[in-house]
C-alpha cells in the first residue's frame, strides 16, 4: 500500500519560504506522479502543483506559480514543495497525494500559517 | 480547468434514511481509452485528510461499507448513502482525476436531521 508522509510546514512571515517535503514509502515510487492539494481553514480542496514520474514535467495553479517550485528525489523517494514569497492567502493544511490504478492515497497533511 | 459543481452544499437527513449527492463536470472524465470515469468521491470530518470512498465513479474503496455506492457517467455523478448512520456526519467531496490538475466540487455538508 502506498505511504506519503508530509513535513516541513510551520508558521512563516508573509514574505517569507518555506521547503515542503513528501517521503513516500511501500511503492515504486518514481513510477508515480506526485501531486500537492492544499486546503484553507474551513475551506475546500485546491490542487497546487504536480510533478510526473516522466521527464520532471511541473504543474502549478495559477495562484502559485512563479512562487512556487515542486521537485523530486527519486533516490530518497522524496517531492518538495519550495514556497516562496508566502502570503496570507498561502495559509492551509498541505497534502501530497498520488493515484494508483484509479486509487488516489493522501498523506496525513502539514499546516502552513502565514502570518505576521 | 474542468469545473466540478456539487449539489446541494448542505444536506440534513434522518438516521437510516437516504442521502444523494449529485456532481456536475465541465467536461466529461471518461477516458476513450479504458472506459473508466475519473471520478472519486471523499469523506472528510474535521481534522482529518480525506477519505476515498469511491473511485472510477462507482468502484468502493476497500473497507468503505456498502452504504456507500456511486453512479453515473460522463459528467454526471452520484453519490448516495443508503441508509445514513451517524457516523456518516462529515463533508464531501467529488474529485476529478481525469486532468493532471485535478478539481473538487466545493463540498456537501450532510448532517443528521
Known amino acids: ?116 | 480547468d474542468i469545473v466540478m459543481t456539487q449539489s446541494p452544499d448542505s444536506l440534513a437527513v434522518s438516521l437510516g434514511e437516504r442521502a444523494t449527492i449529485t456532481c456536475k463536470s465541465s467536461h466529461s472524465v471518461l477516458s476513450s481509452s479504458n472506459n473508466k470515469n475519473y471520478l472519486g468521491w471523499y469523506q472528510q470530518k474535521p481534522g482529518q485528510p480525506p477519505k476515498l470512498l469511491i473511485y472510477w465513479a462507482s468502484t468502493r474503496e476497500s473497507g468503505v461499507p456498502d452504504r456507500f455506492s456511486g453512479s453515473g457517467s460522463g459528467t454526471d455523478f452520484i453519490l448516495t448513502i443508503s441508509s445514513l448512520q451517524a457516523e456518516d456526519v462529515a463533508v464531501y467531496y467529488c474529485q476529478q482525476y481525469y486532468t493532471t490538475s485535478w478539481t473538487f466540487g466545493q463540498g456537501t455538508k450532510v448532517e443528521v436531521k
Open chain 1, 1 to 116: 500500500e502506498v505511504h506519503l508522509l508530509e513535513s516541513g510546514g510551520g508558521l512563516v512571515q508573509p514574505g517569507g519560504s518555506l521547503r515542503l517535503s513528501c517521503a513516500a514509502s511501500r511503492f515504486a515510487f518514481s513510477d508515480y506522479t506526485i501531486t500537492w492539494v492544499r486546503q484553507a481553514p474551513g475551506q475546500g480542496l485546491e490542487w497546487v502543483s504536480a510533478i510526473s514520474r516522466i521527464d520532471d514535467i511541473r504543474y502549478y495553479a495559477d495562484s502559485v506559480k512563479g512562487r512556487f517550485t515542486v521537485s523530486r528525489d527519486n533516490s530518497k523517494n522524496i517531492v518538495y514543495l519550495q514556497m516562496n514569497t508566502l502570503r496570507a492567502e498561502d495559509t492551509a493544511v498541505y497534502y501530497c497525494a498520488t493515484d494508483s490504478r484509479g486509487v488516489v492515497y493522501w498523506g496525513q497533511g502539514t499546516l502552513v500559517t502565514v502570518s505576521s
